[in-house]
């Protein structure tokens, strides 16, 4: 079955960290950026990061730089988010997604044609 799989959200205190998985089956990443990105209730669908598949560069959104490293591991076929200094702002639902083969790393949702569930991270004390 071919899909892409969150894990690693929950519930963590404002100044914690949570790590992000997403695995995928049924492919390999190698060919494919890969871009996380959240939803807040009531919000639009946003990117927050994403990684090259050719020399694995990487671009942020400005409100979680310095915070979040997004990193791959294809032999895992695996991609990670790692979120630190967390906010109750980043709460939101998480989700990891892949380019067309080929493409280049963006934020932007149009240019991501295949979805992973979700996972919801909560921010709170």
């Known amino acids: 079955q071919v899909q892409l799989v969150e894990s690693g959200g929950g519930l963590v205190q404002p100044g914690g960290s949570l790590r992000l998985s997403c695995v995928a089956s049924g492919f390999t990443l190698d060919y494919y950026a890969i871009g996380w990105f959240r939803q807040a209730p009531g919000k639009e669908r946003e990117g927050v990061s994403c990684?090259?598949?050719?020399?694995?560069?990487?671009d942020y959104a400005d409100s979680v730089k310095g915070r979040f490293t997004i990193s791959r591991d294809n032999a895992k076929n695996t991609v990670y988010l790692q979120m630190n200094s967390l906010k109750p702002e980043d709460t939101a639902v998480y989700y990891c997604a892949t380019t067309p083969p080929g493409s280049s790393c963006s934020q932007e949702v149009y240019e991501y044609d295949f979805w992973g569930q979700g996972t919801q991270v909560t921010v709170s004390s």
């Open positions: 990684i090259s598949s050719s020399d694995g560069s990487t």
